[in-house]
Nanobody, 121 residues
Framework: QVQVVESGGGLVQPGGSLRLSCAAS????????MGWYRQAPGNQRELVAR???????NYADSVKGRFTISRDNAKNTVFLQMNSLKPEDTGVYYC???????????????WGQGTQVTVSS
């Protein structure tokens, strides 16, 4: 089995910073891409940032220049540094890891349970 666990959410004032962490663990053969998605109340889940095992990244236009995604391949861990936070960044942030488990020959997406980020004064 594969587990994906996020941490680091919370309440922050506009203009503040937060750092999210996500670790994939279990019966893992390899992890290709890892990424962060968010879902605000009444909205669909949307991509925030994604990083491949080779370090290629892509970001939603709304977070470019403010958020930075990074990864520790040895620990199957991904981080999201969020600066200059705005109220519209509020939502539940989910981590997704695309994993080939040791029990299969193909990769599948695995999701974490989500962590709440609230930006409010």
């Amino acid at each position: 089995q594969v587990q994906v666990v996020e941490s680091g959410g919370g309440l922050v004032q506009p203009g503040g910073s937060l750092r999210l962490s996500c670790a994939a663990s279990g019966s893992i053969y390899s992890v290709t891409s890892m990424g962060w998605y968010r879902q605000a109340p009444g909205n669909q889940r949307e991509l925030v940032a994604r990083i491949t095992s080779g370090g290629s990244t892509n970001y939603a236009d709304s977070v470019k220049g403010r958020f930075t995604i990074s990864r520790d391949n040895a620990k199957n861990t991904v981080f999201l540094q969020m600066n200059s936070l705005k109220p519209e960044d509020t939502g539940v942030y989910y981590c997704k890891a695309v994993v080939t488990p040791t029990t299969a020959d193909w990769a599948s997406p695995y999701w974490g349970q989500g962590t709440q980020v609230t930006v409010s004064s």
